[in-house]
Every structure is written in structure tokens, then in C-alpha cells.
């Protein structure tokens, strides 16, 4: 059984805490993580936010499973990075080859981590997720940005992210390692309002 995690108004523990920890929480209605060692405890989703999750999760299912490529899952699913690091993006990408690290979670880094910005904490996803996924190899993260309708596109170069660009609704993105998938930009933030 998951305990509720410590919420930033309590007294903070001062010992970095680890995946064993994590796994000892209650399930709870908000969302945590472990970043390098630290629980971060976020809402759930916005309406629009919910629905750019929910619309990227039907392009990639509709175009990978048939052509075999591996499975997409909206968050939260559980992602072992390290022993100090469990996240879940907000969508996430498993190419065919590494299907094996999927247990009860994903053991490892997603081939695609997937991250709309959150209104309530866009600097987690912005600088935190951004140096963890570049650390523990992850191949590609987006970025999405619900207000602008835009999705960064950054691929990792082993010390740095390699920018391939922000694209907004005109733009057709075809991820790398995904021979033959195309993402609507549009399509994802057809959700009205």
C-alpha cells in the first residue's frame, strides 16, 4: 500500500528519499513523483492540458501499433530512472526493442517522454525533467505548450539536447526512431477553447 506523501506545507524529511520509499506510498489523488530524491507533489491536469494528453496519445496509438513500432501510454505510468528517480510523463513512447523493461512500470527510460507544461509548476518540466531525461538517455523529449499550441522537439546528444525545433499548428512532426509516424500539431490541440 502507497502512504500519502508529504505535502511542501509539512515538516520536510531530511533524508533523500528512494524508489523502495515511492513505492511505499498510498495511491492518492494527487500525482507524485521522485526527482533526485525529492517527492513532487502536483495536481491533476487542466481540462485543455487532460485533452492534448489524451489527443497525442490517439495519434501515436493509431500510427505505432500497426506498424509495430512499440506502445504509447498517457501518464501516469510509473518510470524507473534511477533509484532516486520514478516519473511519469505525460505521455511516453516504448519502442519494440525495449518492450522488455515493461513490468508493473517501465524499468528505464521511455524512447519518447512527452511533457505538457503544467500552469502550476511549468519550471519542473522546463529545467528539472529536462537535465533528469538528458542524464539517464533519454532519445527524445517534447514539450508541449497548451496556451501557444506549440510542441518543442529535443532530442538527446548525450551531454546536451539537440533543438529540432518548436512547431506550432501548422506543423507536421515526424519523431525520430518512429519511421512513418506523422503528429498533427493541430490535431493535438483540437480540443476547443
Given at each position: 500500500?502507497?502512504?500519502?506523501?508529504?505535502?511542501?506545507?509539512?515538516?520536510?524529511?531530511?533524508?533523500?528519499?528512494?524508489?523502495?520509499?515511492?513505492?511505499?506510498?498510498?495511491?492518492?489523488?494527487?500525482?507524485?513523483?521522485?526527482?533526485?530524491?525529492?517527492?513532487?507533489?502536483?495536481?491533476?491536469?487542466?481540462?485543455?492540458?487532460?485533452?492534448?494528453?489524451?489527443?497525442?496519445?490517439?495519434?501515436?496509438?493509431?500510427?505505432?501499433?500497426?506498424?509495430?513500432?512499440?506502445?504509447?501510454?498517457?501518464?501516469?505510468?510509473?518510470?524507473?530512472?534511477?533509484?532516486?528517480?520514478?516519473?511519469?510523463?505525460?505521455?511516453?513512447?516504448?519502442?519494440?526493442?525495449?518492450?522488455?523493461?515493461?513490468?508493473k512500470?517501465?524499468?528505464?527510460?521511455?524512447?519518447?517522454?512527452?511533457?505538457?507544461?503544467?500552469?502550476?509548476?511549468?519550471?519542473?518540466?522546463?529545467?528539472?525533467?529536462?537535465?533528469l531525461?538528458?542524464?539517464?538517455?533519454?532519445?527524445?523529449?517534447?514539450?508541449?505548450?497548451?496556451?501557444?499550441?506549440t510542441?518543442?522537439?529535443?532530442?538527446?546528444?548525450?551531454?546536451?539536447?539537440?533543438?529540432?525545433?518548436?512547431?506550432?499548428?501548422?506543423?507536421?512532426?515526424?519523431?525520430?526512431?518512429?519511421?512513418?509516424?506523422?503528429?498533427?500539431?493541430?490535431?493535438?490541440?483540437?480540443?476547443?477553447?
Open positions: 500500500m502507497r502512504h500519502r506523501p508529504i505535502l511542501p506545507f509539512m515538516p520536510r524529511d531530511s533524508h533523500q528519499k528512494t524508489a523502495d520509499d515511492y513505492f511505499a506510498l498510498d495511491d492518492d489523488e494527487c500525482r507524485t513523483e521522485l526527482i533526485e530524491g525529492e517527492f513532487v507533489v502536483s495536481p491533476a491536469p487542466v481540462v485543455r492540458h487532460q485533452a492534448a494528453i489524451a489527443m497525442l496519445v490517439a495519434i501515436l496509438i493509431r500510427q505505432v501499433k500497426p506498424l509495430g513500432l512499440g506502445w504509447v501510454f498517457g501518464g501516469p505510468l510509473d518510470s524507473v530512472l534511477s533509484p532516486k528517480s520514478v516519473v511519469h510523463p505525460d505521455v511516453l513512447f516504448v519502442a519494440t526493442a525495449n518492450l522488455s523493461r515493461l513490468m512500470c517501465l524499468e528505464g527510460p521511455p524512447d519518447l517522454a512527452v511533457e505538457f507544461l503544467s500552469p502550476s509548476n511549468p519550471e519542473n518540466d522546463l529545467n528539472r525533467k529536462m537535465k531525461y538528458l542524464r539517464h538517455g533519454v532519445p527524445q523529449y517534447w514539450i508541449g505548450d497548451v496556451d501557444a499550441k510542441i518543442r522537439v529535443l532530442e538527446n546528444g548525450g551531454d546536451h539536447w539537440i533543438e529540432r525545433g518548436t512547431f506550432g499548428p501548422e506543423a507536421v512532426i515526424r519523431p525520430a526512431g518512429m519511421a512513418g509516424v506523422e503528429v498533427s500539431v493541430a490535431e493535438v490541440y483540437s480540443f476547443p477553447g
